[in-house]
């Protein structure tokens, strides 16, 4: 008899009101991957992803398993408890939950710590028998990307335009220091064979997709192959990237070719003294405007992530960099609060300082709240300052003000700043600095 298996990509309602409106999430690959894993004679796989669906908790299922991120911890645990009240067995698994174990543990019946492309399906194994000898499943070796499979996107729901999420390498050479990925990942950098990354866009019904790589040009050689391998697919695409690697012209001409609209770039501060401070040498803001040229010249947009909060940040930050991104024409930004995730030595060191405000998770997200004590503001301030560039950044004044700069993919570009203006419009009275 098939067993009942519900796999959920949480969202908290705060954090869901944030996103919704915008027009460009791109699912979490994680689950739809981690499906493809099960072996569909043994469980009937439910899929549900917060983002847009309701959890069905009524409903019975022998075996839930939850996906765990740091702001979503506290949901992910009550959640849990719901389901283990009415008989279901729980397993988690996701950054959380490897970064801290023990505490997870408290709260479910079962861990996937770490990367779970053996362990998972080793776990589903055991649990089908009802013979499952331990409670933490654990990869130690690093694991290949070779031979992955497809992510189930046939289980998503409602999802058209935003459902092409994919993956080709796997970790970040670098090691900024507010960044959790070496603790989540083995400490190497992997590439998936490039036919088979082929195959798997080639199985994407939109036209857009996403690469959910957590440095695309980590690898400069294969990037350069596989979107040669791209181009003949004629899809539009993005992804992460170091801005520093946008000075090589042969690598920005095959990202245009093979269909790349925008770079997502973790330009982080416009501060080299803030960058300095935590790890991001990678980055040099007297070289950001000849790159972002670049890129432009390239007809690739920029979305810039940007990051308020270091330690040597003050009050004028938030119009200096409002300022130069209207200036250098950023397209768009994912503006964050600097978040001390747990294990990381941005962490550690505030937890040393007792600088950290609370251990309540649901704070630790980065967009709605401030977790900790600032170096030289208030975190009234930071808050402030952070929404204050958030509405700034998308009036219509700025918006059109960018695009004139920009000139990049004009008609993409309006929809996406849009997207974000609505995110934001009503939710907190006009602050002036």
Request: with cysteine; hydrophobic share 35%; net charge positive.
């Amino acid at each position: 008899m098939k067993k009942k298996l519900l796999m959920i990509t949480p969202e908290n309602k705060e954090i869901n009101r944030f996103r919704k409106k915008q027009f460009n999430n791109f699912i979490q690959i994680t689950m739809p991957y981690l499906a493809a894993f099960v072996d569909e004679e043994k469980y009937l796989i439910t899929l549900v992803d917060e983002y847009n669906q309701e959890i069905p908790i009524d409903q019975d299922f022998d075996l839930v398993a939850i996906t765990v991120n740091t702001s979503n911890a506290s949901h992910c645990y009550r959640m849990s408890a719901e389901f283990r009240s009415k008989g279901a067995k729980v397993v988690f698994g996701g950054p959380h939950v490897t970064l801290l174990p023990d505490e997870a543990m408290e709260h479910c019946d079962y861990l996937i710590v770490g990367e779970a492309e053996h362990t998972w399906p080793h776990f589903l194994t055991e649990f089908y028998r009802e013979d499952c000898k331990k409670k933490l499943y654990k990869m130690n070796e690093v694991p290949s990307l070779v031979g992955l499979p497809i992510p189930r996107r046939d289980l998503i729901y409602n999802r058209f335009f935003t459902k092409g999420a994919v993956i080709a390498s796997r970790g970040c050479p670098y090691h900024c220091s507010y960044c959790n990925l070496k603790q989540i990942y083995h400490d190497a950098f992997r590439t998936r064979p490039i036919h088979e990354v082929i195959e798997d866009i080639r199985q994407i019904k939109s036209k857009y997709f996403v690469f959910w790589d957590d440095n695309f040009f980590g690898d400069i050689k294969y990037a350069k192959a596989l979107m040669k391998e791209l181009k003949v697919l004629n899809k539009r695409w993005a992804a992460q990237v170091t801005l520093e690697r946008c000075k090589d012209e042969e690598l920005l001409k095959l990202a245009k070719e093979a269909g790349c609209i925008y770079f997502f770039v973790g330009i982080e501060s416009f501060s080299n003294e803030s960058l300095e401070s935590v790890n991001k040498k990678i980055n040099n803001v007297g070289k950001y405007e000849t790159l972002i040229k670049n890129v432009h010249k390239h007809g690739i947009s920029i979305q810039a992530g940007i990051i308020f909060g270091f330690d040597t940040d003050t009050k004028d930050v938030f119009k200096k960099t409002f300022e130069a991104c209207n200036y250098l024409g950023i397209d768009g930004v994912t503006v964050s609060i600097l978040t001390p995730l747990p294990n990381t030595p941005v962490y550690e060191q505030y937890k040393k300082e007792g600088r950290l405000l609370t251990e309540d998770w649901s704070t630790y997200n980065g967009k709605t709240r401030v977790a900790f004590q600032p170096k030289q503001m208030t975190p009234e301030e930071l808050f402030e300052g952070y929404m204050w560039f958030r509405k700034e950044f998308y009036s219509w004044k700025s918006i059109i003000k960018r695009m004139r700069v920009s000139r990049t993919n004009l008609l993409h570009n309006i929809i996406v700043n849009i997207g974000y203006r609505l995110s934001i419009k009503g939710t907190f009275q006009k602050k002036k600095l």
